[in-house]
């Protein structure tokens, strides 16, 4: 069993500081900061589109994209090319191929993420990705987010032809990381595809309400932040 250490009884009968053979972890709103990241393509956006937007301030831009945002759609971008902010407006497509090129880029981690996967690299805990999404932008995101080398596995919904919160998903990623589902977490942001869909895998499910999706009682452990987590790991 590698579910090492002995502590006493946590939340929904396990054990709070306990170190599990492996820690899987959703990208969006749960790694990565969309907000934030948001705000670093409004600057991409203004910088690129200069010549076409009317005298604007950043905080304008950003505003815009707040406004129109659909998680990249064409409906987003044809929203975005009827705003305000242009002189002379590109076309949707520019705006969508333009999100679609740039906006993994703009990837930026949550305070503590980076840190957090280091620990688990010290404490021997493998690390995993599950992740819905084309497979362009999530690597693109993830390269940004220069976690690769600290991940031991990374599955991409379109890449492996499952997703979210289908069991099939999560048992792939555990198959390479050699472990079971008794012997994993995951941590997500979405009740259904992260929280409902680890937990009926088999894996202890942790939520962090940073994302868009809200639910008041999703199976589970809730963090505040996922710097929290730390708190549920026994140093070896």
Avoid at 161 to 180: R, Y
Avoid at 208 to 223: E, F, I, K, M
Wanted: hydrophobic share 45%; charged share 20%.
């Amino acid at each position: 069993m590698s579910l090492r250490g002995e502590a006493a009884e946590g939340v929904s009968g396990y054990t709070k500081a306990v170190t599990p053979a492996a820690i899987i972890f959703d990208l969006d709103d749960t790694l990565a900061n969309r907000a934030a990241g948001l705000a670093k393509y409004a600057s991409m956006l203004a910088e690129d589109f200069s010549a076409h937007l009317h005298s604007c301030s950043l905080s304008d831009v950003h505003a815009a994209l707040l406004a129109t945002d659909d998680f990249g759609s064409i409906k987003q971008a044809l929203a975005l090319a009827k705003s305000s902010l242009w002189r002379t407006a590109p076309s949707e497509h520019v705006l969508f191929d333009h999100w679609t090129s740039r906006f993994g880029a703009a990837a930026t981690p949550f305070p503590g993420a980076i840190e957090l996967l280091q620990t688990m690299r010290r404490l021997r805990i493998k690390g995993g990705l599950i992740t819905n999404g084309d497979s362009a932008m999530q690597r693109s995101k993830i390269a940004a987010l220069g976690i690769e080398p600290l991940l031991d596995v990374i599955v991409i919904s379109s890449e492996v032809g499952a997703q979210k919160p289908e069991s099939s998903i999560f048992n792939f990623a555990l198959g390479e990381l050699g472990c079971t589902a008794a012997e994993a977490w995951f941590v997500g942001d979405h009740p259904d595809q992260d929280v409902r869909g680890a937990a009926m895998a088999g894996l202890r499910a942790f939520w962090v309400p940073t994302g868009s999706a809200r639910d008041s009682n999703p199976p589970g452990t809730q963090l505040n932040s996922l710097e929290d987590l730390q708190g549920y790991l026994r140093p070896l």
